[in-house]
């Protein structure tokens, strides 16, 4: 079954808060911590109940492989993705507390991308419990695609991922 046809939607990875509760990872994701965005197609089928190690970019069986991966045939978005400009943890709304960064566009204005339909967000930083662990998934809606221009992931208002608490 494909991304699209899943029903999933964007997910925040289960392990990713059990591992910050349980203080098995770091993930600084306003500071020092560099996340990335590598883009996907409708070939992934994304789980939020992984384990950590299955939630990983490029993870070895997991559905974040670089054979499922979108990049670009020119430049600007390359394997691995790219990473988050000026990510935020903001807490200041009563009950809600969310992860947001300026959108995050291919680096080059002649990028040609096709059929992205999602994102893997993960942190290229750390190495505990994981290298490279799966933070969230967000689905585009479809496919997108662009041809000799910038692609950009333009994040929700309500941030990158979003916990109401």
Do not use: H
């Not at 999933?8 to 994701?29: C, E, H, Q």
């Not at 080059?108 to 505990?128: E, F, K, P």
């Not at 419990?129 to 041809?147: D, L, M």
Request: proline share 4%; charged share 10%.
């Amino acid at each position: 079954m494909s991304w699209s046809g899943s029903g999933v939607g964007s997910k925040i990875f289960r392990p990713y808060v059990a591992d910050i509760l349980a203080n098995t990872t770091a993930i600084d994701l306003d500071g020092t911590d560099t996340i990335n965005v590598a883009l996907y197609n409708d070939t992934t089928t994304p789980n939020q109940d992984v384990t950590s190690a299955l939630s990983a970019y490029n993870a070895a069986t997991s559905q974040w492989v670089v054979a499922n991966e979108v990049t670009s045939s020119t430049t600007g978005w390359p394997a691995g993705g790219n990473p988050l400009v000026s990510p935020v943890v903001n807490s200041s709304t009563a009950g809600v507390v969310f992860f947001d960064a300026t959108d995050t566009s291919s680096t080059t204005s002649t990028a040609t991308i096709a059929n992205a339909v999602g994102c893997l967000v993960y942190d290229n930083t750390i190495a505990t419990p994981v290298a490279k662990q799966g933070i969230c998934f967000n689905y585009f809606g479809g496919a997108n695609s662009v041809t000799n221009g910038t692609f950009t992931v333009v994040w929700s208002a309500n941030g990158v991922m979003r916990f109401t608490l």
